[in-house]
């Protein structure tokens, strides 16, 4: 059938890999982050202080924390509309972020942007996308403009398996194949795409398995072992800026709340849900740091009290902040020239 | 003071493109055939030998990821003009441009730009017909956050596409296919047409026609025959369509009195009707008439050559317009 190659298992402490204590640490803190983060983010719509809706990435934080953990600064990402574990992930600060989502002045995008708009240019965040696939091209586009540029950064494009059926999707890594750039299209498979599951949807057992249709290699990685999808990504990292051009990389992984924070009935089946909440990221990560003696309890719990106050923190400011003046309505819709020499994503690291 | 010269619309096109590549080395372009070619028309001719593949390249046929690509592009600092080989495929691009080229500025507050240009040829008026002939300005003018040119002289559409490619903001810019082969005075030299401001062609008393693409060269024979009846027509290329001139038209409608918009798209919906509406808030008190439009029928276009005519914008149907319109107010006046 489909040579969909597994990412072997690989050790701790792997100086080859990039790996050492404090990233290993850096990693579980931002699984945690974006854990208590997207709490708070349903807590706030609940207390209706986000309108609209807010798409949550619980359960699925091991894929963004382990892809970006192998992406340098000046690298970019694309992502989704459920796009705060990418955003969190890649360095936005969550102040700046929930103030954003909450739709104050202080957010990243002053609050015209929202939870499906996030994006930080200084961190080369190109925008959480509320169109299902349209960040795919614009991460082949941002490959490309970097070559123009004389620059080897390479482009972490995430997309769902709600995206995996998208036609642009198609186009996209057709042409980032035949360009040969260093795109790394990241699908998270986390089995539903609103209330349809993959297995009417999806016409193969694994989205990986389509890497082949565009003459490059698809990886099925387990999503919720943050280490996994870390050397997964890493090994397509490298091989986009060795010049070899793209990668498909499938992460297995499941959200544990719905599709989003409006749509409170859970359509999947409990005995499905139960065994995916079992497989969380945290404690995955949490025993085999412990096991390999990289951190004890105590080392865990510091860290999971630190993230929980400086998301307590960030509410506070995202509350405090004020709302937009009434003439930003107007600002942003056409630049002019004036400040036209602008740099994106080159953060001094 | 260098010598202007006659050369086509195509020839200024590909000039501007020559010159802007030259000029900033984060400029490149990409489109279906136009490297090695040089385009269906010339366009795009002599680039990749001059400036290399990196630069100038060929992309497979995926509209959709070809303008999502020029997005992707100019939001890392490049300066990507894409080329659609005929604009009625613009629908395929539509997702990319409008919702997320022209919207991304906005949605992140200014730190996201897109610097740039989606250009291609109009196939109006050559028998290709509905799928191969469609004006769609009237798609792109709707959203905000886009500029949108529509040139009808080989100097308009040189300097127009050279601010064009210079514009920090998204631009779609229209070609005439028809208008490739027109001939015209282009200045020798660095010049620019800023965008955002019509040209009164003509200055005029009795009534102001405001046109752009094709209906605008068709305009220009026809307000030379007119003025033989002794009709003095005001004759406004807008050669923007997005942001539109308000100031130059609104000041010329106020000193006629009477206006006719002529525009290549459908009728329905079409971008005559936004510079009427614009008009009648801006003038209604200076109008001796109400104000027309001429466009094309609401029918999809046909092949046969005597049903294209049917339906299209005529030099005949300007000059009918006009007549009827300066006609019937003078007969009132009488």
């Known amino acids: ?324 003046d009434a003439a930003e309505a107007y600002t942003d819709v056409l630049v002019d020239a004036a400040s036209d020499e602008h740099v994106v994503g080159r953060t001094a690291g | 003071m260098t010598e202007a010269r006659s050369i086509s619309i195509a020839e200024a096109l590909n000039e501007a493109l020559h010159e802007e590549l030259e000029r900033d080395p984060r400029t490149f372009i990409f489109g279906e055939d136009i490297a090695d070619t040089g385009g269906l028309f010339g366009v795009t001719s002599g680039l990749r030998d001059r400036f290399g593949p990196t630069r100038v390249f060929n992309t497979p046929i995926s509209e959709q990821a070809i303008a999502g690509a020029a997005v992707g592009a100019a939001l890392v600092g490049a300066r990507p003009i894409v080329e659609i080989q005929v604009m009625d495929f613009l629908s395929l691009a539509l997702d990319q441009i409008a919702n997320h080229a022209a919207k991304l500025p906005y949605m992140t507050g200014g730190q996201l730009r897109v610097p740039l240009v989606v250009r291609g040829p109009v196939a109006t008026g050559i028998g290709l017909a509905a799928q191969h002939s469609q004006s769609l300005e009237a798609w792109v003018v709707h959203i905000p956050g886009l500029k949108v040119v529509m040139p009808s002289t080989p100097a308009d559409a040189k300097g127009l596409l050279k601010s064009a490619i210079r514009d920090p903001n998204p631009i779609v810019f229209f070609e005439k296919r028809l208008l490739y082969s027109i001939r015209g005075k282009v200045p020798a030299g660095e010049y620019l047409v800023p965008l955002g401001k019509a040209e009164v062609c003509r200055p005029g008393r009795d009534v102001t026609l405001i046109a752009s693409g094709i209906a605008a060269h068709h305009a220009r024979a026809a307000v030379q025959k007119l003025e033989a009846e002794g009709i003095d027509v005001e004759l406004i290329d807008l050669r923007t369509l997005k942001p539109l001139d308000v100031e130059t038209i609104v000041a010329s409608v106020k000193k006629t009195g009477r206006a006719i918009v002529a525009n290549d798209g459908y009728r329905t919906g079409g971008f005559a009707a936004e510079v009427m509406a614009t008009l009648i808030e801006e003038t209604f008190d200076f109008l001796d008439a109400p104000i027309q439009r001429v466009a094309a029928a609401d029918t999809p276009i046909p092949c046969a050559q005597n049903l294209e005519s049917e339906v299209l914008v005529t030099p005949d149907k300007l000059l009918q317009a006009v007549r009827e319109m300066v006609g019937a107010s003078r007969a009132v006046a009488v």
């Open chain 1, 1 to 324: 059938m489909s040579d969909v190659s597994e990412a072997p298992p690989i050790s701790l402490i792997d100086k080859s890999l990039g790996l050492n204590e404090q990233k290993l640490l850096d990693m579980y803190s931002v699984i945690w982050r974006i854990r208590w983060f997207e709490e708070k983010v349903l807590d706030l719509f609940r207390a209706g202080v986000i309108r609209g809706t807010a798409h949550l990435y619980s359960g699925m934080e091991a894929v963004a924390t382990g892809a970006c953990a192998a992406l340098r600064p000046t690298d970019y990402v694309t992502s989704t509309h459920r796009g705060h574990g990418h955003a969190l992930a890649k360095g936005l600060e969550p102040d700046r972020m929930l103030a954003e989502i909450i739709g104050r002045a202080d957010g990243y995008c002053k609050g015209k942007g929202g939870s499906m708009h996030v994006a930080s240019a200084k961190h080369g965040m190109l925008g959480a996308d509320a169109i299902v696939g349209g960040n795919t091209p614009i991460a082949v586009g941002a490959a490309l403009g970097a070559r123009i540029l004389g620059r080897d950064d390479v482009v972490l494009c995430f997309f769902g398996d709600g995206a995996a059926n998208q036609g642009v999707l198609f186009e996209s890594m057709n042409l980032a194949s035949v360009l040969k750039l260093p795109v790394i299209f990241l699908c998270e498979n986390n089995l539903w795409a609103l209330s349809t599951p993959t297995s009417v949807s999806l016409s193969v057992p694994d989205v990986a398995a389509r890497g082949a249709a565009f003459n490059m290699p698809g990886v099925v990685l387990d999503g919720q072992d943050v280490l996994a999808v870390y050397e997964g990504a890493r090994a397509a990292v490298e091989r986009g800026r060795a010049g070899q051009g793209p990668s498909l990389l499938e992460c297995k992984t499941y959200r544990i709340h719905s599709h989003s924070a409006f749509a409170t009935r859970e359509v999947r089946p409990e005995e499905e849900v139960a065994y995916w909440r079992a497989r969380d990221p945290i404690r995955i990560l949490g025993e085999r740091l412990e096991q390999a003696g990289v951190a004890s309890s105590t080392t865990l719990e510091v860290i999971k009290a630190r993230e929980e106050r400086r998301i307590a923190e960030a509410a506070e400011f995202a509350l405090a902040s004020p709302t937009p």
